[in-house]
């Protein structure tokens, strides 16, 4: 019998056909009314909702209540397991900048994060310590609010900052005097959320988003003037590039920054004469991509010019930084991509992934000479946030893996030592003995091996009576670290196996793993996914009816893509924000991310070769009459990067031609957008619901 019975008639959405041909094929979508014709205004206004579509989406939400209706003591079980393994009144340590070190903290029951600072070499609960931005104050009325930080100026007398209150990403910007707290009279709205200041600290430069949310130009804004009276400092007029600003370390140069995800170009204007005309470092060129960090007299250029598949880090004067002033400092090495890197007074450090695993290395840039830092464990994860100042031999790194919560130090480059400043706090406790992680490979349908980190704990019997969770992305090169996770907990000690696939599409295993899984060989990224779910059933980990899968964004994409070739894979699926319409979205290029995305996917607008691979695989356009698993797919309504009608058309779609008795819902979340809610416990309500479904689905329910 199945779990999800005596459920209410499920919403059927009405069929209204519209056809469109291209390349001489035609086709026809029944639920295209589901795309609100006033999109744009609904990002900046969800009330403007045509009625007929917020009814359905409505229906939908009160059938997927009814679905969980039974696991709604779990979902708050669960939500209280989540919240206890989180210390609500946490704090960061604070970063030396200047005079202070700023920080971020958390109170007991607050949902935003509280910026702070105190005096530099002051201990982290010292009685002088200064809320900045109170985001809970900020957040109070406010049914969505999400903060994108404060920026203090050079002289750390103003703070720049700004916020989201629909979801939709068009940012309000202020300035806020850091001596009274109180917020200048600059207002600037409909921005990408951050900006660079100017070395005197009289003005800042940001990016405007267009009516498409494009960040399509650059402008100074000088304080105590009007928006309408910034000045233009550049424009993109290709539509396929994403632009943003930033600012050097030594608060000398501001960057423009120019890129969709395969090119990049730089510009750069001195920050003591912010209307200079920028400079350009290197022109575009397709598929070279490069980043500049300053080194005092030097910049230093990360970049895959000159078929350096998985990059090389170059040297150019700071006075000529041009391409032809370029030298190199560390030579490229197939299959070690270097991910980022960072220049100090005496060192530079970058970080690069092996075999998918992440290293940090440091070079004297003395004498030359050049060490790692080293770890132990057989997967883990490294995030490296460097320092704020320049002049420092000191940077900050963390380290976790799935067992082990996430430790933050201090690492001095010079004397090699590191200083533990934080383990990350579990108040309801942590036995890292309990559990154990491992890293396997799959082989795929091509015989390439795919990593697939798992966690379990150490009861778990591997007959293959485990139910597990599976999740993937495998898109624009982004590789899913093995990290810690507190909330996966609540599904491992209820004996579920915790998986992350590496698949085709990310770099885990370097540049070529991207390449691999993009465009044209899109497909093999489906294929590592189905493999490594038959890869964990052949080893006994578990049974195809007790996967659930799991992905969002680009990685529900590959839940859907999956699903349709290999349903009986899966025992279930969570979909978050899923990238289901890819056809139809690839050929509107009025959406917000729709050009930018064509090196990505193809563009099927100007090729048909693009337009019949993407047809081929696209989710929304290869449902079939088939019996599909249980699937939960989330969508935000004032979602700009995955539009909420992707998953609504597709779940309508997939209803329509269910064969077997599982239910597909829908969540929409009415008031958010792609990342769901932003307050730190509104979210785990909604990962309460996620885990509930796949408890429920797997049979345990409890």
Known sequence: MSVFSNLPKAPIADIKPESDTRHGITRTDDYAWLRADNWQEVFQDPNVLDQDIRKYLEAENDFQEAALADTEELQKTLFAEMKGRIKEDDASIPVKDGPYAYGVEFVTGGEQPHYFRIPRDADKDSADKEILLNGDDEAEGKEYFRLGGISASPDHSLGL???????????????????????????????????AWDAAGTGFFYTALNENHRPSKIFYHKLGTEQSDDVLIHEEEDAGYFMSVGQSALNDVVYISIHDHETSEIWLIPADSPLTKPKLVAKRETGIEYDLTEGGDEFFILTNDGDAKDFK??????????????TEVVAHKPGNLIISHGAYKNHLVWMEREEGLPKINIMDRTSGDIHSIEFDEEAFSLGFSGAAEYDTDVVRFSYSSMTTPSQLYDYNLSTRERDLLKTQDVPSGHKISDYVTRRVMAPSHDGTLVPVSLLYHKDTKLDGSAPALLYGYGSYGMSIPASFNTNCLSLVDRGFVYAIAHIRGGKDKGFAWYEDGKRETKKNTFEDFVASAKYLVAENFTSHDRIIAQGGSAGGMLMGACVNMAPDAFGGVIAAVPFVDVLNTMLDDTLPLTPPEWPEWGNPIESQDAYEYIASYSPYDNVEAKSYPPILALAGLTDPRVTYWEPAKWVAKLRAHQQGDAPILLKTNMGAGHGGAAGRFQRLEEIAVEYAFALKTTGIGK
């Not at 880090?313 to 370029?326: D, S, V």
């Open 313 to 326: 880090i170059m040297r150019a004067p700071f006075a000529t930084p041009e391409k032809e002033h370029w």
């Open 161 to 195: 900052w700004g916020y989201d209150d629909k979801g939709s990403e068009f940012f309000s910007l202020r300035v806020r005097d850091l001596k009274t707290k109180e917020d200048l009279a600059d207002t600037l709205e409909n921005t990408g959320g951050s900006g």
